[in-house]
């Protein structure tokens, strides 16, 4: 509507000429809604509400007689209450663009204020405490003013005496050194860490290079095995034709031996055991002929002496059959001899060698004897009952206790 007016949200409305009057003020604040503003009898106009800022640049000196230049910002707003909104329309409605530098010229003076009742170490070193105490001081001004200041911030503090430079001369020194110190270490870890970089990649190029000689040589071994496989392979096949060749010669040497051992070996063993056993058979034989001789002749002698005492005995008693007997004794030696002649010339086999000789030496001799002793019996079967002369005796069968040998067994 034409005569509707209604305020921004940071404008303050201030209407004069109405007779009512809701403040202690003689017009009527209006903030965040609209109002009927009624022509030529009321009038109506805007203060603004909106933040604001202040740059400060002063010229102070300190508590210990040093020229400094501080350089700070205020930030600044009119009050949202209605008195301030009305401390501040009274002084600058129709000034509004003034507001800044008037703020900013009252803030400095209490900046100058403070900055003389300190040093330059504590303005350096307390910034916050400086801001703080400029606010305080310069509260009660505000207040009247109807502004609330937000913030104050000291931006920069210049020095043109060199004092703040050669106040920081040590520790900037101290930092110096230490930032060269601490660069020489940086350098020095750079240099050893680089030392070590070059070691360990000296290290991979050499196991690198290692590596590859090895696979290189591999490589050349595997072509080397490669070329000589052929050779390799006909070579193996020429040994294996070979072992093949000998266990073929061992076998046919196997056989030869074995045929050998059939064909020469063993006949002439054979006929080797064949004349051994003539030869042994000729010894016996030998040896047969002179134990026969002997055993003969001994037995002939034995058979003798009985004889003559038979024949001593029956002349003494006048036997004329023991006379008879004494005519085979007698002819006794040449039957043996005939009966060993004969035997030499017989194909005989003894099988218990000199015992077998000997029996049959006493076989020839017992049947001469068995003549005898058939004698003696018929003798004494027409004696019986006779008595023998003093120290005569009459012919034991068994003379002088002699059993009569057997003739072996031939084959």
Not at 178 to 188: N, P, V
Not at 229 to 254: D, F, K
């Amino acid at each position: 509507m034409l005569f509707w007016h209604v305020p921004a949200p940071n404008e303050a409305m201030l209407i004069s000429g109405s007779k009512r009057q809701s403040q202690d003020t003689q017009f009527r604040i209006v903030t965040g809604h609209g109002s009927f503003v009624v022509p030529v009898k009321q009038k109506a106009r805007m203060l603004s509400l909106a933040l604001q800022e202040a740059e400060i640049a002063e010229d102070c000196v300190t508590q210990q007689g040093i020229r400094l230049t501080v350089r700070a910002v205020c930030v600044f707003k009119v009050g949202d209450d209605a008195v301030s909104i009305a401390n501040a329309a009274r002084r600058f409605l129709s000034e509004q663009d003034q507001m800044q530098e008037l703020v900013g010229r009252i803030f400095a003076g209490h900046l100058r204020s403070i900055i003389g009742g300190l040093t330059v170490e504590q303005i350096i070193r307390e910034r916050s405490r400086v801001a703080q105490e400029v606010m305080a001081g310069s509260h009660g001004e505000m207040e009247k003013l109807g502004i609330v200041v937000d913030a104050l911030q000291i931006q920069e503090i210049e020095d043109a005496t060199g004092y703040i430079d050669n106040l920081a001369a040590p520790h900037a020194a101290a930092v110096a050194s230490q930032a060269r110190i601490a660069q020489a270490k940086a350098d020095q870890e750079a240099s050893e860490r680089e030392q070590q970089a070059a070691a360990l990649k000296a290290e991979y190029e050499r196991d690198t290079a290692i590596k590859r000689a090895g696979f290189l040589a591999e490589t050349e071994q595997s072509r080397a095995r490669a070329a000589q496989a052929g050779p390799l392979a006909e070579a193996r096949a020429t040994q294996e034709v070979t072992e093949e060749q000998t266990a073929l010669a061992q076998r046919n040497a196997a056989l030869t031996a074995q045929r050998l051992e059939a064909e020469v070996r063993r006949p002439a063993d054979a006929e080797a055991y064949r004349k051994r056993t003539l030869a042994e058979a000729d010894r016996d034989r030998v040896k047969f002929e002179a134990d026969a001789g002997a055993y003969t002749e001994r037995t002939l002698a034995e058979a003798q002496a009985d004889a003559n005492t038979a024949r001593a005995a029956s002349l003494r008693d006048g036997n004329q059959e023991l006379i008879a007997a004494n005519r085979i004794v007698e002819n006794l030696p040449a039957l043996a001899d005939a009966a060993a002649r004969g035997m030499a010339g017989a194909d005989l086999t003894v099988l218990n060698g000199t015992d077998g000789v000997n029996q049959i030496a006493a076989g020839i001799a017992g049947q001469a004897l068995a003549i005898l002793r058939s004698l003696q019996h018929s003798t004494a079967a027409s004696t019986a009952g006779a008595s023998v002369a003093p120290g005569a005796s009459a012919v034991d069968p068994n003379v002088h206790g002699r059993p009569a040998p057997r003739l072996p067994n031939r084959s």
